[in-house]
């Protein structure tokens, strides 16, 4: 101890000198043990300062942070109301595509039945009637002369 005390004692000049002096801009001798903890230190300070907008606009909106809880809950509530509403429509969907199977899968057999009628039942063709007013000589008409045609 006696031996680092008179170290100190004969540079107590220079060490004044360099207490006095700003540490800025000097390579600060690091041991080389310490090295790899210091370059993670670097590392988490650089991502801090990168972040520190971030950060102060979380802080400043702190005070905001009921308003915003409030408009995420309607929002969550109009997300759950559109998810019902599409589970219904799709639901729906699949009803309408079941109906539609159906019905094509009926088509060809009620066409073939038509097909059958058609061929062997002679329906016979339907007489086409109409009122026709008949108009004298003198231009009078009678609504009471009909023809069928």
């Known amino acids: 101890m006696n ?10 000049r220079s060490l004044r000198q360099r207490l006095l002096k700003p540490m800025c801009q000097e390579n600060l001798p690091i041991e ?45 509530a109009k997300m759950d109301i559109l998810v019902t509403e599409t589970e219904e429509l799709a639901e ?15 088509i060809p057999k009620i066409l073939a039945e038509e097909n059958y009628l058609h061929k ?10 109409s009122k026709v007013y008949v108009h004298t000589i003198n231009g009078s008409s009678d609504p009471c002369v009909h023809h069928t045609f």
């Open 92 to 106: 729906n969907i699949l009803k309408w595509r079941e109906q539609q199977k159906e019905v094509s899968s009926c």
């Open 120 to 129: 062997h039942i002679i329906t016979p063709p339907m007489p086409c009637t």
């Open 32 to 76: 080389a043990i310490y090295h790899r903890y210091m370059v993670h230190l670097l590392e988490l300070a650089v991502t801090f300062i990168e972040k520190l907008e971030t950060h102060i606009e979380t802080i400043r909106n702190i005070p905001h942070l009921d308003a915003n809880l409030k408009k995420m809950s309607k929002a969550l």
């Open 3 to 12: 031996n680092h005390l008179e170290a100190v004692l004969k540079e107590k």
